[in-house]
């Protein structure tokens, strides 16, 4: 594949001109069906980066503090999609990340798949991911090397489960419907916290999980704890969540995690006006405030 | 749960600076209302996380009340802002997951307004009250 070819170039000229220590991108796990991501440092080992509809991670996950390791490879060059390339502008305005400490390898993407045990040579609208039916950034907002040509923008999965939708029927049905449908799914959660973990903007030293004087959250995986969970979890990335859809994709359980955190997207949309991750100037919208914000509810 | 004489319990999580000193005010001037609020009293609203309010439910309350400083009165300049944003986030948050809002109310109350209190106490008990009790969430305890 061409992109593929184009990405490998252009991460030979990065190693071998030592401008990056370390490309992080996409590769084959052993068997070569999977797609995991690699680490690499020697230019010799560009060839193991591919590109596919089936590079499904966000990879900045790895540039974040979470990962001190990686941090001690040296300056990194990072393969990323536009919805990743988001990530990196939250990270950004969240003072996490330096601009010029990081190399994006921007790459247009025309959609990945949902799950890539679903994947079967092509991306259809069963199998797409629910954050490429409403992608509006094909081509990264951010990024230093773009990767072959711009694709067109717009969706071009009409027909595929839209989240938007969704949401919109879930917001009609009375509350104790809704109620009934969110603890038939936090019942299944085993508090892995995998979605925090493969989550890049969920990112403290210390989660308030794990914290237990005094205990905020239940450590064991049944219903009062996993709502507390499930909540806070939500509420923390309210106006960050970049929809990069990776917390959903990582439950073993299948909470569908994109509902309630796009929701949060839409009510801060709605409110604040803030789209988060489509730039990396000002605050995040809830760490400021305005002197015009709604009261309608305050008595 | 339901036993006759049902009375619904509310946690009011309130401001040091304006509720705390308006609730105060209403013990002083001997005002009466309903007894089934139990008052937290902490620094400002924007020091109130919405655990609180979870943790609230895990207890066994039935109705949260958070109240603050009326805006621009914050004792720490923008306490209350914060919180004011926040809660519209997190209020839109609990009726997606199935919570009757009618659990949760917001209030500005001031250091002298003593008979809002008053009746914002009353009212909130019985918005509560017709709520019913929290059985839904007790359920959860293990």
């Known amino acids: 594949m061409d992109r593929e070819k184009k990405l490998r170039e252009k991460a030979r000229e990065l190693l071998e001109s030592k401008e990056v220590d370390l490309v992080i991108g996409y590769g084959w796990t052993r068997y070569g069906k999977r797609v995991a991501p690699v680490f690499i440092t020697r230019p010799e080992d560009v060839d193991r980066l591919i590109w596919n509809p089936m590079c499904v991670n966000n990879l900045t996950l790895y540039i974040t503090r979470k990962y001190p390791d990686v941090k001690a490879m040296g300056r990194p060059a990072v393969v990323v999609k536009g919805c990743d390339a988001k990530t990196v502008n939250v990270l950004i305005q969240e003072g996490q990340l330096k601009r010029e400490d990081v190399v994006l390898l921007g ?15 092509e ?26 040509e711009k694709v067109e923008e717009g969706s071009g999965f009409e027909g595929a489960r839209n989240i938007y939708q969704e949401i919109e029927e879930l917001d009609k049905k009375p509350e104790g419907e809704r109620w009934a449908f969110w603890m038939e799914h936090f019942e299944r959660c085993i508090r892995c916290y995998a979605c925090r973990q493969i989550c ?7 989660c308030i999980a794990e914290k237990n004087m005094p205990q905020w959250i239940d450590t064991s995986a049944h219903g009062r704890g996993n709502v507390a969970w499930n909540l806070k979890r939500a509420m923390d990335l309210a106006g960050r969540c970049v929809f990069c859809g990776e917390c959903e994709r990582a439950c073993p359980v299948n909470i569908p995690l994109n509902l309630i955190n796009q929701k949060l997207s839409m009510v801060v949309e709605e409110s604040f006006n803030h789209r988060p991750g489509y730039e990396s100037e000002g605050h995040p919208p809830l760490i400021v405030y305005s002197l015009e914000d709604r009261e309608d509810f305050i008595r | ?9 509310i946690v009011a999580f309130v401001c040091n600076w304006c509720t705390y000193a308006g609730a105060d005010l209403a013990g002083t001037s001997r005002l009466e209302y309903r007894p089934e609020v139990r008052i937290i009293k902490l620094p400002c609203t924007g020091r109130i996380d919405p655990l609180f309010i979870i943790k609230a439910f895990e207890k066994g ?33 609990l009726k997606f ?26 009212e909130v008990i019985e918005t509560v ?11 959860l305890n293990p």
């Open chain 2, 1 to 9: 749960m339901e036993e006759k004489g049902w009375e619904p319990r």
């Open chain 1, 107 to 121: 790459i247009p993407c025309e959609g990945v798949v949902y799950r890539q045990e679903l994947y079967d040579g």
């Open chain 1, 200 to 206: 890049p903007l969920c990112y403290c030293e210390r």
């Open chain 2, 61 to 93: 309350a039935d109705g949260v009340l958070v109240s603050g400083c009326h805006p621009g009165d914050c004792h720490y300049t923008s306490g209350n802002y914060h919180a004011r944003r926040r809660w519209i986030v997190f209020r839109e948050l």
């Open chain 2, 97 to 122: 997951a199935g919570i009757d809002l009618r659990r949760v109310h917001f209030s500005w109350v001031s250091a002298s307004e003593a008979l809002k209190w008053r009746d914002l106490i009353n």
């Open chain 1, 123 to 148: 991306v259809t609208k069963e199998n797409v991911s629910p954050k490429c039916v409403v992608c509006d950034v094909k081509n990264p907002p951010l990024y230093d090397h773009l990767i072959g």
């Open chain 2, 129 to 139: 009250r017709s709520a019913g009790p929290f059985e839904a969430y007790r359920r």
